[in-house]
């Protein structure tokens, strides 16, 4: 193990760690047949699929998939230890999965982004650009994990004003303060103890859940992405599967003007 493993696996409280592997393998059967079923019904061509880590989404046969990470295998591992003895898709591009910046647009007939959007310091901005490298008329696959149902469950949900705030003025803007709220809420750190975790953890570029929802408010973020902001989303099926959720969506062909 390289010596930036060890020191990542250090700032994973064995709590925590507990918490994860329990998380990876929950009722992997239940919701496992959903996904499938759905991805039947909704995934044909050729498409991406964002950080797809050890649990990459079973496509249709036939269907083509390229997967993107923003690390390599090597670099992946490091950043979660927890999936030690884990096979992990080997990334096809190494790109930004919340920009999708080498991407051309209207370029994919899908985007799979599973446990991905939780990851995102931008969410909006991040469903904006899977948008964009869509095809009139692709899908935006998604599986989300549900704030009562997983070691998320005592955070609270962050609320449409602050998603907003984090578009207009750019993710990083609050990015510490959710390293502060993830030490509080998921180590039970406070005071020194919990000022030196975010500096490590900040440090590291580790990949916490900067946002959590349930199936409302994640419903309610997509609302105002459309009327609003006017995004070019036709909700498919928002479905409740385990500990997450499903969301697909359909880029919705240009009107004439």
């Not at 549900?146 to 609050?174: C, K, P």
Request: with cysteine.
């Amino acid at each position: 193990m390289s010596a930036a493993s060890q020191r990542l696996r250090a700032l994973v409280p064995k709590r925590l760690k507990r918490r994860i592997q329990v998380f990876v393998r929950l009722s992997a059967q239940r919701f496992c047949d959903r996904r499938h079923g759905l991805a039947a019904r909704y995934l044909n061509g050729s498409g991406l699929e964002v950080g797809a880590l050890h649990y990459p989404q079973e496509v249709p046969e036939g269907t083509r998939v390229r997967y993107v990470d923003r690390l390599s295998v090597a670099d992946l591992r490091v950043q979660y230890p927890e999936l030690d003895g884990e096979a992990l898709v080997d990334p096809d591009v190494i790109d930004d999965g919340e920009t999708l910046g080498t991407v051309l647009d209207d370029s994919q007939d899908f985007v799979i982004a599973n446990h991905f959007i939780e990851h995102c310091v931008n969410p909006i901005q991040t469903i904006e650009n899977h948008l964009r490298v869509l095809k009139p008329g692709g899908v935006l696959f998604m599986a989300v994990p549900d704030q009562r149902d997983t070691f998320d469950h005592d955070r609270a949900v962050t609320e449409i004003e602050h998603l907003v705030d984090d578009y207009v003025r750019g993710g990083n803007v609050s990015r510490h303060q959710h390293f502060e709220e993830w030490v509080a809420a998921i180590d039970g750190l406070s005071g020194s103890a919990a000022e030196t975790r975010v500096k490590e953890l900040e440090e590291m570029d580790y990949s916490i859940h900067f946002h959590v929802w349930t199936p409302w408010e994640f419903v309610e973020l997509l609302a105002y992405c459309k009327r609003q902001l006017e995004f070019p989303i036709a909700l498919e099926v928002v479905e409740k599967n385990d500990h997450e959720f499903i969301v697909i969506m359909r880029k919705e062909q240009a009107t004439a003007s």
